[in-house]
């Protein structure tokens, strides 16, 4: 049976990608930097590169490799990458993050008459259904097309 490798391997070099990008405001990432930032050796990291390069659409702008196909350097990092270290939220966490700062509002509101708007407000938004309340936050993520 093969082993999942999203969670061991791929998500923590792709999180030590964005780090490193996101810290060091470099757009390019070698694989001794991720090497150092994970722990994991040449191998594993090498494989998990080889992996995050095949999605589509891609985490990454460029992908620099050497004929043996080893990867030298990662360039650049696309909305995916952003996305799926949680830098940028998806459209489903959006809704989601909506939902749960309704609740809190209506928790912590001073008056009755604040509860009661907020719970009007959130009720609204769980008729529309979460499907759609997932289509309306894309747009709002992704802007006007």
Do not use: C, N
């Not at 991720?34 to 891609?58: C, K």
């Not at 749960?100 to 604040?114: F, K, N, P, T, Y």
């Amino acid at each position: 049976m093969v082993r999942p490798t999203w969670e061991d391997r791929d998500l923590p070099v792709l999180r030590a990608v964005v780090q490193h990008i996101e810290e060091s405001g470099s757009e390019v990432v070698s694989p001794d930097v991720i090497e150092q930032l994970t722990g994991f050796d040449p191998e594993t990291v090498q494989m998990a590169l080889a992996a995050l390069d095949g999605g589509q659409p891609p985490f990454f702008r460029k992908v620099h490799s050497q004929g043996s196909g080893e990867i030298y350097a990662i360039q650049g990092l696309m909305e995916k990458a952003r996305r799926a270290v949680g830098l940028w939220p998806t459209a489903e966490e959006f809704a989601d993050r909506l939902v749960a700062a309704l609740d809190r509002a209506e928790a912590e509101a001073a008056s009755d008459e604040q509860r009661g708007a907020i719970r009007r407000a959130r009720e609204a938004i769980g008729r529309l259904g979460r499907d759609l309340l997932v289509e309306v936050a894309a747009r709002i993520i992704t802007g006007p097309q």
